[in-house]
């Protein structure tokens, strides 16, 4: 089954305490890519990948870190939260050239106090 | 000029309804153009999309509109049902690259 995994699903966590996000596909796809979802605003991408070591800055980089050694995996790491990246997270991933190929992951909810 | 603009922002219809969601763009780079559908809980996920060389698209009960000298496109839910109730996400994307996102429309469809 094609999918898109998202670890973990739910996470609270304080004010400067590093954290990573996994992403993960199954479609080998070049294509990843991490959005923020917030009320009232859709979905902002943060990063994205256009393939192995290929990173770039999306539409509201701050405070965020990626890294993409393998294919199949897109993690986003917070190094010090703060609690304006509370947040709803997706990560997505589709073929490059093929738009119409995108899926997301299910999300994962942040909290930071 | 990356912005994607969205309306409405919400939206409430009645059983067998009709509803008509509206977005507009200015980057004329954009060639691609879906719309999401997502409910509580879950990621996007695709509906129906269109490249700028129509000007409509029908799938089943969802059609999108295109407007090109406008900048325009909108999607059409014909015969809404309660099982329609979701948020809807218009995007635009320029050659198979990065997505923009508009802000959203619920849509609630009372039984």
């Known amino acids: 089954e094609a999918q898109v995994t998202q670890n973990p699903r739910y996470l609270i966590t304080v004010t400067g305490k590093k954290l990573t996000v996994t992403c993960s596909q199954n479609?080998?796809?070049?294509?990843m890519s991490w959005y923020r979802q917030d009320p009232g605003l859709g979905l902002r991408q943060i990063y994205y990948?256009?393939?192995?070591?290929?990173?770039d800055k999306g539409d509201v980089p701050e405070g965020y870190k990626v890294s993409r050694k393998e294919k199949r995996n897109f993690p986003l790491i917070l190094e010090s939260p703060s609690p304006n990246q509370t947040s709803l997270y997706f990560c997505?991933?589709?073929?490059?050239?093929?738009?119409?190929?995108?899926?997301f992951g299910p999300g994962t909810r942040l909290t930071v106090l | 000029q990356q912005q994607v603009k969205q309306s409405p922002q919400s939206l409430i219809v009645q059983k067998g309804g009709i509803s008509i969601i509206n977005c507009a763009y200015e980057?004329?780079?954009?060639?691609?153009f879906p719309w999401y559908q997502q409910f509580p809980g879950k990621g996007p996920a695709l509906l129906i999309a269109?490249?700028?060389?129509?000007s409509e698209k029908k799938e089943g009960r969802f059609t999108i509109s295109f407007n090109k000298s406008a900048k325009q496109f909108s999607l059409h839910i014909m015969d809404s049902q309660p099982g329609d109730s979701a948020t809807y996400f218009c995007?635009?994307?320029?050659?198979?690259?990065?997505?923009?996102f508009g802000p959203g429309t619920r849509l609630s469809v009372l039984p």
């Open positions: 997505a991933s589709h073929r490059a050239s093929f738009p119409d190929t995108q899926y």
């Open positions: 479609m080998n796809h070049e294509y």
């Open positions: 990948s256009m393939n192995v070591e290929v990173t």
């Open positions: 980057n004329t780079a954009f060639d691609y």
């Open positions: 269109i490249r700028p060389d129509v």
């Open positions: 995007a635009a994307c320029p050659y198979g690259q990065n997505f923009v």
